[in-house]
């Protein structure tokens, strides 16, 4: 009998095979490829099919779906089932196909049920008729065809999943059932109570044809006989139900898809951190007679994949939990099994062990060179130089000092990204904190911060001083600069400009389903920014500008400025990136203000006459009043935002003073509104003399203390 012979021309049919639907109309679940507007359903209207292939658990649809396709369509429909049938009947098919082809330019569409069960040969016979269009194909299969079915016809075919379907859904197939006159029981009176429909449904558990059997095997042997003359009451209680449909068997195939699911589920209930779902799909797997040692191996595999460095116990745990297992075995194992399963599943989750996979990949990239100061010193130390400028960590303090570690062509690059949970959560922001000021040694400009002289012990000591605090942003003000703020995971920000990866990252950060813009002038930050980029997903990663496309930027919540006038950013400039904040945006400016900032005149006391130090005093005042463009760029501030706070941060330091960093500020060049050209012209020229030798003697190369004032200013536009 063909598969899809007339409804009504067998009346010995099971309901499941009566009730399959003929049309659209009718078909019941699925909605996820089914549903109106879905691509399946629109092909299936428009009778434009190509190729399919469905695949799902039984009892989800796959053989109804295709008998609604052969009532839809205007092509010839053959179908084959991969059990019962053979290469023989495959020729014949393709023999018909292509008749109908030739003789009446009629498409042939050939559904195979089970296809999975053809060996490859069988599959590959079928391939050169799909590949000219003779056929159609449209296969069934309960097994994962990626694996099952040959990549060729897979390719070449749209693969539709179909799943268990739901609760509702059932309920729909069964009342229609109960409703249908012709079909299912419409012309008898019967009533299902509540609770045995809800039992039917349960035990189903998503198969309509477990449910339409039991439903048959309810109704019909509740009457002393069925069928009851028509009009009669067939009443079908909770009891009834219970014994038509009895407990289903777990679907498990050790060698099958559902052994990949299951143990897939299973993994991913873990990583879930959902501790019933991982106890149930480890119960069924156990059920289904599973290897326990599969289990454990996979946990063993999930304590250092998903939770690794956020609980570097899961790995213990797992371990103890498989020798005692091994000791004990089944049926007292299983509590072993439990207990690292619970384990895992309730422990806090980091997946950053995959960072490692990215350094392979790096590795297969390229083969990069060791750093030279990297390299062993041993044998080549006089010849080559090799190891020199290494900084010995334990010799600074925290034993710990910012350097570069990676090969050159990989600067800035980040495999391990460390998680907030757990043990991880606590080292994320030493690791974060110590990589931005690793990234903003490679940033700063002074090319003296980057080497390191030999005999130079001042300025050797001031680095381990500096760099050893893994941060080149003094705590306080970064800590101002993020105070307070009301900053949303999906906010736009800009940093303007990129000063410090410090404030960049931390940005980022906060944002994740946001976005981060950052204003980098400099080809070299572009660069070194970009490298510490290169890990994140491409729409992930912020969008770096220089100053020419800041017209381009979005609407943002929110910007972070950075001492607008000494990076040369007029109030056109910030006048156009102010522009784009939104309604309650915020803007937190940061400067140094250098009235209340270290001055050099303070370095001359007690050098030079106190006549001389006075008018040198009064001078320096005038370097500090507020120059056109910074009462220009305050106006518009006030202008467009509103003032929130102003906060000053104070902070000290040992600062080195190399002789170039002192010769650019007592230069006496009048292009320049410099210390030594707004001090120097009010002096003659021994005065000068006397005045710079002073200031070389006391700050040329040496290590002197100095203090800085930060304003932080948060405003926000109304």
Known sequence: ??????????????????????????????????????????????????????????????????????????????????????????????????????????????????????????????????????IILIGATTENPYFEVNSALVSRSRVFQLKELGDEDLRAIAAQALNDKARGYGQWKVS?????????????????????????????????????PPGSEIAVDLATCEESIQKKVVLYDKEGDYHFDTISAFIKSIRGSDPDAALYWMARMIRAGEDPRFIIRRMLISASEDIGMADPQALGVVSAAAAAFDRVGLPEGQFHLTQAALYLATAPKSNSSLAYFDAVRAVDKEQAEVPNHLKDPGRDKHAFGHGEGYNYPHAYRDHWVAQQYLPSTLKGRLFYQPSSQGFEGKIQEDVLRRREAQLAVMLDETPEVLTYS?????????????????????????????????????????????????????????????????????????????????????????????????????????????????????????????????PGGFLRLSEIDRKRTTRLSSFLEGE????????????????????????????????????????????????????????????????????????????????????????????AEKEVDWTRVWRVESRERD
């Open 1 to 134: 009998m063909d598969l899809f012979q007339k409804q009504g021309e067998s009346t010995g049919e099971p309901l499941a095979a009566r009730m399959r639907p003929r049309n659209l109309t009718e078909y019941i679940g699925q909605d996820h490829i089914m549903g109106e507007g879905r691509l399946l359903r629109r092909a299936i209207q428009a009778d434009q099919l190509s190729s399919l292939i469905f695949y799902g658990p039984p009892g989800t649809g796959k053989t109804t779906l295709a008998r609604v396709i052969a009532n839809s369509t205007k092509s010839y429909f053959i179908s084959l089932n991969a059990v019962l049938s053979g290469v023989k009947e495959l020729r014949a098919s393709i023999d018909d196909a292509r008749e109908k082809r030739d003789l009446y330019e009629r498409r042939t569409i050939l559904f195979v049920d089970e296809v999975h069960r053809w060996n490859k040969s069988q599959q590959d016979a079928l391939l050169p008729w799909v590949e000219n269009g003779t």
């Open 454 to 582: 030999p005999g130079g012990k001042e300025r050797d000591r001031w680095l381990k001083r500096t760099m050893g605090s893994g941060t080149a942003l003094p705590p306080p003000l970064f800590e101002a600069l993020f105070s307070g703020l009301k900053v949303q995971r999906h906010h736009r920000l800009l940093i303007a400009p990129i000063v410090t990866g410090q404030i960049f990252w931390e940005a980022y950060r906060k944002i994740p389903e946001g976005g981060l813009w950052g204003l980098a002038d400099s080809l070299r930050v572009r660069e070194l920014i970009a490298f510490s980029m290169e890990s994140l997903p491409p729409a992930e990663r912020p969008t770096l500008l220089d100053r020419k496309a800041v017209d381009t930027l979005p609407d943002l919540e929110g910007i972070f400025l950075s001492e607008p006038l000494r990076r040369d950013m007029g109030e056109v400039l910030v006048s156009v990136m102010i522009s784009r904040l939104l």
């Open 192 to 228: 299902l109570s509540p609770e045995g429909l809800d039992h039917l449904i349960s035990v189903a558990s998503g198969d309509a044809r477990s449910l339409l059997n039991a439903l048959q095997l309810a109704v019909e042997t509740t009457p002393a006989q069925f069928p009851p």
């Open 608 to 699: 030079i006459p106190e006549e001389l130090l006075e008018r040198i005093g009064s001078s320096e005042n005038t370097l500090y009043t507020n120059s056109a463009s910074e009462k220009r760029l305050n106006a518009l501030l006030d202008r467009e935002l509103t003032l929130r706070s102003e906060e000053s941060v104070e902070t000290g330091e040992r600062r080195f003073i190399s002789g170039s960093l002192l010769e650019t500020w007592i230069a006496r060049d009048s292009s320049k509104r410099n210390w030594g050209s707004t001090v120097g012209k009010e002096l003659n020229e021994e005065e000068w003399r006397l005045v710079k030798s002073s200031l070389e003697r006391k700050l």
